[in-house]
């Protein structure tokens, strides 16, 4: 594994660390985001690995990373898809006012099950 690689995976762990520990403070917007972030910085490192250089912003991520998996079988459809639907939840904390700005606890839990995922199965696929 590269060592740029490595650094994404060590800050994916990281961000899933606090993802973890945010729901009992019952903030479910910052448990999402740092979720997302935990499934970015994996998909980052998958990308690094693959391609030697990192994707600029979250859409280039989001695309190379569906590029790279497209046919890759231990990569399913709810991991695919994740990054992509899980970035609302990044959006919310960063950017939303209002209401509508909130993540559900149960919904920042589940995100936080899915990122567990991401991330392992991306470490796997790295080893």
């Given at each position: 594994?590269?060592?740029?690689a490595k650094?994404?995976?060590?800050?994916?762990?990281?961000?899933?660390?606090r993802a973890?520990?945010?729901?009992?403070?019952?903030?479910?917007?910052?448990?999402?985001?740092?979720?997302?972030?935990?499934?970015?910085?994996?998909?980052?490192?998958?990308?690094?690995?693959?391609?030697?250089?990192?994707?600029?912003?979250?859409?280039?991520?989001?695309?190379?990373?569906?590029?790279?998996?497209?046919?890759?079988?231990?990569?399913?459809?709810?991991?695919?898809?994740?990054?992509?639907?899980?970035?609302?939840?990044?959006?919310?904390?960063?950017?939303?006012?209002?209401?509508?700005?909130?993540?559900?606890?149960?919904?920042?839990?589940?995100?936080?099950?899915?990122?567990?995922?991401?991330?392992?199965?991306?470490?796997?696929?790295?080893?």
């Amino acid at each position: 594994m590269t060592p740029e690689a490595k650094e994404h995976l060590d800050k994916a762990r990281q961000c899933l660390t606090r993802a973890r520990a945010i729901p009992a403070a019952e903030v479910g917007e910052h448990a999402g985001r740092n979720a997302y972030l935990a499934a970015f910085h994996a998909a980052q490192a998958l990308i690094a690995e693959r391609m030697g250089k990192d994707a600029k912003t979250h859409k280039g991520v989001h695309a190379q990373f569906a590029r790279l998996t497209r046919n890759e079988p231990r990569i399913g459809v709810e991991l695919r898809q994740f990054l992509v639907q899980a970035y609302d939840m990044k959006s919310i904390a960063d950017y939303g006012l209002g209401p509508d700005a909130d993540v559900p606890l149960d919904r920042a839990s589940a995100a936080i099950g899915i990122a567990e995922q991401f991330v392992n199965r991306i470490a796997e696929l790295l080893a």
